[in-house]
């Protein structure tokens, strides 16, 4: 029943900008948030929205990223801006509905000049 619909990745030099996307559908949601993950490495979390509005940013994005939601949409945003090399990963989005947890099937973000 529930789906999380990702959209936004692609291909971008150094200090271009992205906007992903993620729309749910069959669940309303406690939090939102979006983690990546990169070759070889653990899935971290880069930032989250609660559904009153509480962020949370990852302090290697803060001050270039920014999540916002519309709750109404299920929706959440990750506006990222002067990407890095570093940035490079599937972006995965997170819905949590109190003890539930729904994932994306990840969209992919490459920085490389």
């Known amino acids: 029943q529930v789906q999380l619909v990702e959209s936004g990745g692609g291909l971008v030099q150094p200090g271009d900008s992205l906007r992903l996307s993620c729309t749910a559908s069959g669940s309303s949601f406690t939090a939102m948030g979006w983690y990546r993950q990169a070759p070889g490495t653990e899935r971290d979390l880069v930032a989250s929205i609660t559904r009153g509005g509480t962020t949370n940013y990852q302090d290697s994005v803060k001050g270039r990223f920014t999540i916002s939601s519309d709750n109404a949409k299920n929706t959440v945003y990750l506006q990222m801006n002067s990407l890095k090399p570093e940035d490079t990963a599937v972006y995965y989005c997170?819905?949590?509905?109190?003890?539930?947890?729904?994932w994306g099937k990840g969209t992919l973000v490459t920085v490389s000049s």
């Open positions: 997170n819905l949590k509905f109190w003890t539930l947890d729904f």
